[in-house]
């Protein structure tokens, strides 16, 4: 990893002083020992004119990733530093700005017993990163600099010139030009390098707010990106990162597969689906099924598929259910959701009344019988088709619940969201979505062949074009014996 | 002594003595049982109170007599009560126990005088304080229960008289009636037969039995010249033409023992109607009394005898086989209770009727998981299919189907058509044998939590609670249908780390570990740089229907290591499929291997076709940042050079590891190729798994290639990668020298490696299974895996502090797992016996081991 500063100069103002500014001598290559690896400081020219001052980071890539193989707190929260095959020794990343503070760290505070009015005064300079990992690309990156005064170029970087249709990678080659004092030029690197990256190779302490604040002072509060460097800076809470160790199991599968973690371990979307910012629809989804529920007089309920368990929480709160149970194939929904309801300080006499259970729907679970109701709210769409009967007969024929509430996405409602491309299903992991005549056709083959009725509802506004956003059918067993069971 | 008492009892029982205190029963108990399956009062009373005679302990020294009681019987085992037992509702709760666990409750009395008993307590240090009266007290309630023990539920009653007839008393166990697990066949069961003697005729002569008939030509038996026996799931009689006929046929074929017969809910009606009990002469019964009343004088009441006489059900074969008429839960087999009875004959009713007016049968075998066969009938289906290790071979006969057999241990079925429809059926049959509707759902019961799976290769292999959880997700989420998934493919481990100069992996350490656990003969083969693929590929879709119960019209499943499907879109998945059709074909192997499926594993290349998204993320970026960063960084480094600056060392370095991110670049470039459809996509089998009936993971590996090789000849489109291999003898320097080099050659000119497998493919040694294969990968190929600038000398250094313990250990389980799975498949075991080892092996993967091994 690699940057250069460069500034230009004259007789009265020589350019060498930035050797004086960043207590570095100019003709001297000198190197410092950092926690990551070495930092080599030489200036590649050094003239009246023209002053350019190199920081490389030589990073030990075996240390680096035996040192972030260690569980918990030892370890890095960056799993991809884990592994030998790793940007890091040739990105700017976290460990450049971090290496940048301590071998600049008199210069990053602006302080300069030397040449005190020059620390003080902008200088025309020009930084160079050649390898810049920047999450959001060119774009972000001159949303980030611009605001500060710099001028900025970024060029895309090829992933692989060999192979064209993978397109650019991550990195962007960044050159900025401005006016700026030294101190002010040190300290945007030291904080938006890891954001660009947004990835750190430490954990995220208290203390790492008070850095940002001080590194911040003077020009992110009335940064425009500011609340975007905020909080990726800070992005990784301990809390947070926690959970990403517990799907270590997860990721190995992934790994076993030469496929990303994220790819598997996708059941869980705390950004966009956290009661904090409910979206209105999924408000409403939840009003529809309770109000299925008080109507079909159930106090025994399963929730099948609980994700994060908001529906459990809003039953929990209704005394009317004395039994709700929430099943999940995810152990890390089924964990989130034990901390949002908060189930290790509830009082007993309440949390009695809750149960959160790994379980899944291609399989009978015994567990599963003799429940009033059963809720599948948003779960079949994220059943490849061919497993369906199986999820059928474990729900409608192995634990017969007298009610079955499912809810569905409606696709023809998808030509009235704005944000989706057409033809485009409304989250990665949905296998298919129904339009209504679909929903209604399944609904009716599954009531007939296990003995249920079945009603349908709409959910959100319904258009009369294209029905409503959600649909939604209540399922009542019947009394009469089914011909599936009859068999 | 001549008139010694012999108090018979049933092998399987719950036995509870009665007596006064002192009468004798602890040492009764001990003389007759072993120590273990005597429960003593007394002792329960020490376990929890630390005093046998403390009385105010009694009731929770009940609790724990009662718990182990039951215990016991649970696991099947015979169990003595020594206790008093004067009071009747003491042994109530017994009798109650042994209905629960379906066993007979037996009560053997010590009518002992008072005096007695008082003398042998007052021999007894702890007893010598009790009072008289105590002993008059269970003397007196002894005499009350003695009329009413038969009452009370027991089924046999031996009261001893005196001290006597207690000491000479004998005690010996009988079998029970359904316990012949001695008789080991071979058997040929039959199904429903309900009159259709003609059929039964005809059937019995394609299974090889030569009939025997009676003056006036009826057929009056049938032995088999190869000494098998017949067994009759029940249900001779009613509906059809001649129940009188098919009563003869086997009435004889059991006198002589020719035949076994289990009784039909048909028979027990019939049986009811003969003692002449009122029952209503409906489903068939009516023709059958009509018939009855025109068979020779006597024949009817010999026919009630016999039909009075059958079991309702026989644990065979060692405890293998159970055949009965109705099917039987696991924790009824061997069982002897009314309930018992009444479920194998009638099976399990809802209590509800269906719209024909029907019982509503409970779908028992889909949630059977017991190890013995459970054959049956009752439930007419249109053929005979064996799901969860049950199978009905009721084919309605008498409603126009055919009559089935099935030969065991051979588990083929035999069937003979009907001759025309005898009876027109209430309702219409059902699309599938009893509980086989879709998704022939598995349990989560048979993956959840902590398990131990048995294998045969690698005794118990354990399955820990957060990998099943994992294993979970990813298999219901990700995988393909379980029916289709048949197998996962085991991890391997690389060879033991080298300590040659520039190598963390040389060949040398391989041919030496195999050397070393005496194996002579390896075969290298070439390592396809690819990702696994295992093709499960049947000769259409009617053969995938038949064989795996699929209901679509896929004809297979292309899956990867996780079993996820290797293309989103199936059409290109049956591409694949129908390509390596074409080649099994032409190859013959359909034929030869006698089978209309084929299970292998492969190789699918190239590796950026699946891994492309981590190729971008991780590899090529790497690449990526790499190359954007050396050209400035080298040219400052030789401006600060010429300015004189002492750069030297830091120059050469940055150099150095320019070239070695450019080597790393080149090592990834050569496994990613441009696709276009199947165009460019190759598939590299190297093992044949499986086909009907047959394991083929242990058939030795020049074998398995030459069938692999007559399948790439026979491919007509170059889908289908040859595989490299070359046969080194381990003993042999000259040999292993060959290896080493054909191994330099191979990855010299880019290959990954290669895999040294023993030749005989399973071996196991002195230390148990022998590894089936260890990787030796290549030194340009490992940057991929140790990042770019591992070769350095230093860093090299550091990297062979690996340990292989672990990655071996787990290649060992997971190759055990799936062999497992394969002899499960192979021996047409149901679908959970078999997803449950592929289940663990998804598990295992799991498991954290370094994945660069």
Redesign the interface.
Known sequence: MFLTISTTGSAQSPATDLGFLLHKHPDRAQSFSTAQGTAHVFYPEATEQRCTAALLLEVDPVALARKARGKGRGGSPDVALASYVNDRPYAASSLLAVALGSVFSTALKGVCHTRPQRAAEPLPLRVGIPALPAKGGTAVVHALFEPLGWSVTAEPVALDERFPEWGDSRYVALTLEGRQRLADALRHLYVLLPVLDDAKHYWISSDEVDKLLRAGDGWLAGHPEHKLITSRYLARRWSLTRQAMERLELARLAAADDSAAEEIDNAVDENADTEERPVPLAVRRREAITAALRAAGASRVLDLGCGQGQLVGELLGDPAYTEIVGVDVSTRALTVAARRLRLDRLPERQSSRVRLLQGALTYTDSRLKGYDAAVLSEVVEHLDPPRLPALEHAVFGAARPGTVIVTTPNAEYNVRWQSLPAGQVRHPDHRFEWTREEFRGWAGRTAERYGYRVEFTAVGDDDPEVGPPTQLAVFHRSETTAKGAAA | MSDRRVLPVTDLSLVVLVGATGSGKSTFARRHFKPTEVVSSDFCRGLVSDDENDQSASADAFDVLHYIVGKRLAAGRLTVVDATNVQSDSRARLVRLAREHDVLPIAIVLDVPEQVCAERNAARRDRADMPRQVIARHQRELRRSLRSLEREGFRKVHVLRGVEEADGAEVALQRRFNDLRHLTGPFDIVGDVHGCRAELTELLGELGYELRYDAVGRPVGAAHPLGRTAVFVGDLVDRGPDSPGVLRLVMGMVADGDALCVSGNHENKLARHLKGRQVRLTHGLAETVAQLAEAEPGFTDRAGEFIGSLVSHYVLDGGALVVCHAGLPERYHGRTSGRVRSFAMYGDT?G????YGLP??Y?WA?EYRGRAAVVYGHTPVPRATWLNNTICLDTACVFGGKLTALRWPERELVEVPAQRVWYEPVRPL???A??G???R????????GRRAIETAWHGRVAVRE??A??????????AV??RLLPYLPP?MAPCATSRRDGYLEHPQDAFAAYRADGVGQVVCEEKHMG?RAVALVCRDAEAARKRFGT??E?TGALY???G?PFFADPAMTEQVLARVRDSIGGAGLWDELGTDWLLLDAELLP??L????????????????????????L??????AE?G???AD?LA??RE?AAD?AA??DAY?RY?G?TEGLDGVRLAPFQLLAVEGRSLATLPHDAQLALIDRLVAHDPGGLLAPTRRLIVDTEDEASVAEGVQWWLDLTAEGGEGMVVKPLQACVRGPRGLVQPGVKCRGREYLR???????TRPD?LQ??RSRSLGHKRSLALREYALGLEALDRLAAGEPLWRVHEAVFAV?AL?????D??L
């Open positions: 809802t509800e009727t269906d719209e509503v049968r779908p889909e059902a699309g599938q009893p509980g509707q879709d998704g759902p598995l349990d989560l019961a048979d993956v959840r957060e990998n959880a994992a294993a979970l997700e990813v298999m219901s989420r990700f249908d379980p991890t990702s209901g679509g896929e990867t290591r996780t996820r590796w950026s699946k891994a492309s998204g981590l190729l971008r993320q991780q590899y090529a970026a790497v690449g990526a940042a790499s190359r954007a960063v050396f050209p400035g960084a040219t400052a480094l030789r401006q600060a300015r600056l002492d750069v830091l370095r940055q590891r991110a790393f670049t470039r990613c441009p991929i895996i140790y990042g770019p600038e591992y860093n550091r990297l998804l993967e799991s498991e954290p081991v994945p660069r």
